[in-house]
């Protein structure tokens, strides 16, 4: 009896393998998103804020060197309370330079989510359309690096048709890196 069952269950198990082998595909989601005009669109957006930024913090460093300088320059022929009151000048001058790059970092990281959170949704929505529509019960997202080993024979590229569904070109390819413009490679 023991052995019966040891051999349906053997069965069904290799029966359920294959079902859901079949039933696979596979994304790299990050190539999707890279893809997305509504990701470069976000991208700009961001390094915008990050232009604004960044020149703020430029004329707090600006204000700080020439202080700075003045101080080194003066320092001899000021008298001990306008020394004391000067130095204190530039310690606050550096812990507000310090703070700001604080809530700096803080904003752009919290602009970055705000901006990139309806591109990733999009994607996402994009991708479990065409899963649903391929009828597959599994789908591998590749830029995670859960997965260590695939057989592309066996399973299914959501690419091309994710790609179609946003509409984006067949011929688009990912940038190598952020700010790079697209180029168009040949179709194969």
Do not use: H
Request: glycine content about 4%.
């Amino acid at each position: 009896m023991k052995k019966i069952f040891l051999v349906l269950f053997s069965a069904a198990t290799i029966s359920f393998c294959a079902d859901a082998q079949s039933k696979t595909g596979f994304i790299n989601t990050a190539e999707v998103i890279s893809l997305m005009s509504e990701r470069d669109s976000a991208i700009v957006k961001l390094q915008a804020y990050q232009n604004d930024l960044t020149e703020t913090m430029q004329g707090m460093e600006d204000e700080y060197n020439t202080k700075y300088t003045e101080y080194n320059r003066k320092q001899g022929e000021w008298t001990a309370v306008v020394r004391e009151s000067k130095e204190r000048d530039l310690q606050e001058l550096v812990q507000r330079i310090q703070q700001f790059q604080q809530s700096a970092q803080q904003e752009l990281q919290q602009m970055q989510n705000t901006l990139m959170a309806p591109v990733v949704d999009k994607a996402q929505k994009a991708i479990e359309k065409v899963a649903k529509a391929n009828g597959l019960a599994y789908v591998f997202d590749l830029s995670s690096g859960a997965l260590i080993y695939f057989d592309e024979a066996q399973g299914t590229n959501l690419l091309p048709l994710v790609k179609k569904e946003l509409g984006i070109p067949a011929s688009k390819v990912a940038p190598t890196q952020i700010g790079e413009p697209q180029a168009a490679s040949p179709q194969k």
